[in-house]
């Protein structure tokens, strides 16, 4: 038999788990229309789809990469406005798909362009032409953390 440490405990983790998500507050929020966010997202893959068929991979990559720029501060700013696991979760989860698929977008391609062929993932084929919708979706998914929940940290700088 070993001998049970003082600092152990008998309870149950699972116990503490349900203890610690009835402490957690349940943050307020606010009604939104979704419709906006929908609007916004089919002005951009209009945008970027439009500017791929018109003058190619380069700008559609650029578009993309304005896109992915103002996802970043998006997320900088709801982690910095929010202390909701959900919503710092979620941005971060946004950022970092939506950077994975733009690295897809930019190195397949440049590779097309250069050479006519896919570097990344070769045997899908469309997935270059699909990494701008994940983009739109990190955006989208930002736009609708923003909306529906209310900033609830409240930083010293703010004040001055």
Request: charged fraction near 20%.
């Amino acid at each position: 038999m070993i001998p049970m440490m003082d600092d152990e405990r008998d309870e149950n983790p699972d116990e503490d788990h349900r203890r610690h998500l009835d402490a957690v507050e349940v943050p307020e929020k606010r009604y939104f229309n979704p419709l906006s966010t929908y609007m916004k997202m089919i002005a951009m893959i209009v945008v970027g789809y439009g500017s791929f068929y018109i003058f190619g991979y380069p700008a559609l990559i650029t578009i993309i990469l304005f896109f992915l720029v103002s996802l970043g501060q998006e997320t900088f700013q709801i982690l910095k406005r929010y202390s909701y696991p959900l919503a710092r979760r979620g941005a971060i989860f946004n950022l970092v798909q939506s950077t994975v698929a733009f690295i897809i977008l930019a190195i397949n391609g440049f590779w097309i362009n250069q050479y006519n062929q896919i570097l990344i993932f070769p045997q899908i084929e469309n997935l270059t032409l699909l990494c701008p919708l994940f983009v739109v979706m990190g955006v989208f998914g930002n736009g609708n953390i923003i909306r529906m929940f209310r900033p609830d940290v409240v930083r010293e700088e703010s004040l001055m």
